[in-house]
């Protein structure tokens, strides 16, 4: 990641944006009923589609590199392929995941390489907001489950590593692959059919995508 003259002077602001492909992912919800019945739910994604902007400042720029420090903002949608409940697979109806995240991210960038290219590294962390809206079949004649939940203010972190090619003194093509780690949460799964609250379970969320964007020095 990179950009700017042939060295940008240190507190130098930017902006950039990007977008790019969140693949899909594996994701298990754990928890039991409120009976006490265990319920494993599996629900893998498709690829998804990610975009974000960033207003970053070069904290230091030298002979060794570039240190940058950035505020983040993402949001990405993956659709559920499939609803696996204790192990069968169940008829979906219908499957989403949202995630909106909020970062401040550190980035180490390399001296340029042939004059134009930059190599970078860095990280953050931050508040996630997650919002899933699945909606499946345990059996042919039901019930429907509905898992309605969103949860905000998670915590997130991620790591981020990328190569920058200066186009101009100031404009610069980037491209980056993102991971992204979301804690603990708890997800609430309802009996559509009876209109029951029927368990409540834990997951964790994480995700990788790959991005292309562009960045301005100002």
Same mark, same amino acid.
Request: hydrophobic share 40%; net charge neutral.
């Given at each position: 990641?990179?950009?700017?003259?042939?060295?940008a002077?240190?507190?130098?602001?930017?902006?950039?944006?990007?977008?790019?492909?969140?693949?899909?992912?594996?994701?298990t919800?754990?928890g039991?009923?409120l009976?006490?019945l265990?319920?494993?739910?599996?629900?893998?994604?498709?690829?998804?589609?990610?975009?974000?902007? /960033?207003?970053?400042?070069?904290?230091?720029?030298?002979?060794?590199?570039?240190?940058?420090?950035?505020?983040?903002?993402?949001?990405?949608?993956?659709?559920?392929?499939?609803?696996i409940?204790?192990?069968?697979?169940?008829?979906?109806?219908?499957?989403?995941?949202?995630?909106?995240?909020?970062?401040?991210?550190?980035?180490?960038?390399?001296?340029?390489?042939?004059?134009?290219?930059?190599?970078?590294?860095?990280?953050?962390?931050?508040?996630?907001?997650?919002?899933y809206?699945?909606?499946?079949?345990?059996?042919?004649?039901?019930?429907?489950?509905?898992?309605?939940?969103?949860?905000?203010?998670?915590?997130?972190?991620?790591?981020?590593?990328?190569v920058?090619?200066?186009?101009?003194?100031?404009?610069?093509?980037?491209?980056?692959?993102?991971?992204?780690?979301?804690?603990?949460?708890? /997800?609430?799964?309802?009996?559509?059919?009876?209109?029951?609250?029927?368990?409540?379970?834990?997951?964790?969320?994480?995700?990788?995508?790959?991005t292309?964007?562009?960045?301005?020095?100002?």
């Amino acid at each position: 990641m990179a950009a700017a003259p042939a060295r940008a002077e240190d507190g130098q602001i930017y902006g950039a944006i990007f977008v790019g492909d969140r693949f899909g992912e594996d994701q298990t919800f754990r928890g039991e009923t409120l009976t006490g019945l265990p319920r494993v739910i599996e629900s893998p994604t498709k690829d998804g589609v990610i975009g974000g902007a /960033v207003l970053g400042a070069v904290v230091k720029d030298a002979g060794w590199g570039r240190i940058r420090a950035e505020a983040e903002i993402a949001a990405s949608k993956n659709s559920v392929s499939r609803l696996i409940l204790n192990g069968q697979e169940r008829e979906l109806l219908q499957g989403r995941k949202s995630v909106t995240t909020v970062m401040a991210n550190l980035i180490y960038d390399t001296p340029k390489l042939l004059e134009r290219v930059r190599f970078s590294a860095g990280g953050g962390f931050g508040a996630a907001n997650i919002d899933y809206n699945i909606q499946y079949n345990v059996a042919a004649a039901g019930p429907t489950i509905l898992i309605p939940t969103n949860q905000s203010g998670r915590l997130a972190l991620q790591a981020i590593g990328g190569v920058s090619v200066d186009i101009t003194e100031r404009f610069a093509l980037t491209a980056d692959v993102r991971y992204l780690h979301v804690d603990t949460h708890q /997800v609430e799964r309802f009996n559509q059919s009876a209109g029951t609250l029927d368990s409540t379970l834990k997951a964790k969320y994480h995700s990788t995508a790959v991005t292309a964007g562009v960045r301005y020095f100002f």
